[in-house]
Each structure stands twice: as structure tokens, then as C-alpha cells.
């Protein structure tokens, strides 16, 4: 079994800067996609953005440029830089890790989330 941990959520003002820290533990041996999801109130959960173990990144059009996705490998964890927070960005957001297997197969494993908001 895989364990995943969200922290470093938080309330911070329009144009501000969190940083949301991953790790994942336990069976962790080939789990190659980590990334973030986020749902805001009365929406549907949304990509944020995610990276392979080989650095491929990927990121939803509403925070490219103001966030950055990194990984440390070694340490099964994940990191996602967010600048220039705005409003809309307010959701919770949760931590995926990702093993994929052959025939296009995959597990998921999910944390428990962490509230972001955005202040205007």
C-alpha cells in the first residue's frame, strides 16, 4: 500500500506564494507520476499540474507561469510552488501518485487534501 501526505495549505492574500509539499510512503516502487488535483465548491476536480520521475511536466493553462511543479525523486516527494496566487485558485488540493503498468493500466493513490484560499 501506498501512503501519500499533503501539507503546507494555508490562507494567503491575492498575489501572495505557498508552497504545497507530497511525500509518499510505503510500497512506493514504481510509481512514476506524482501531481496535484484541486476541486474548488460546486466544481469538478481539476489537474493542476504533474511530473514523471523523468521531469516531464505538465500543467493546467490557468497556472502556467505562476506555478512550479518539482520532484525529488529520491525522497518520493513532490512539490508545487504557487505565485501570483489569485482567488479563483481557492480549492482544496490533493496529492496524486501514480503507478502505471502495461495495457495502458494505472493505480492511483491519493492524500487527504489541503485547503488553499485565496483572500481578495
Known amino acids: 500500500q501506498v501512503q501519500v501526505v499533503e501539507s503546507g495549505g494555508g490562507l494567503v492574500q491575492a498575489g501572495g506564494s505557498l508552497r504545497l509539499s507530497c511525500a509518499a510512503s510505503g510500497s512506493t516502487s514504481g510509481i512514476n507520476v506524482m501531481g496535484w488535483y484541486r476541486q474548488a465548491p460546486g466544481k469538478q476536480r481539476e489537474l493542476v499540474a504533474v511530473?514523471?520521475?523523468?521531469?516531464?511536466?505538465n500543467y493546467a493553462d490557468s497556472v502556467k507561469g505562476r506555478f512550479t511543479i518539482s520532484r525529488d525523486n529520491a525522497k518520493n516527494t513532490v512539490y508545487l510552488q504557487m505565485n501570483s496566487l489569485k482567488p479563483e485558485d481557492t480549492a482544496v488540493y490533493t496529492c496524486?501518485?501514480?503507478?502505471?503498468?502495461?495495457?495502458?493500466?494505472?493505480?492511483?493513490?491519493w492524500g487527504q487534501g489541503t485547503q488553499v484560499t485565496v483572500s481578495s
Open positions: 511530473i514523471t520521475s523523468g521531469g516531464r511536466t
Open positions: 496524486n501518485a501514480r503507478r502505471t503498468a502495461a495495457w495502458g493500466l494505472f493505480d492511483d493513490y
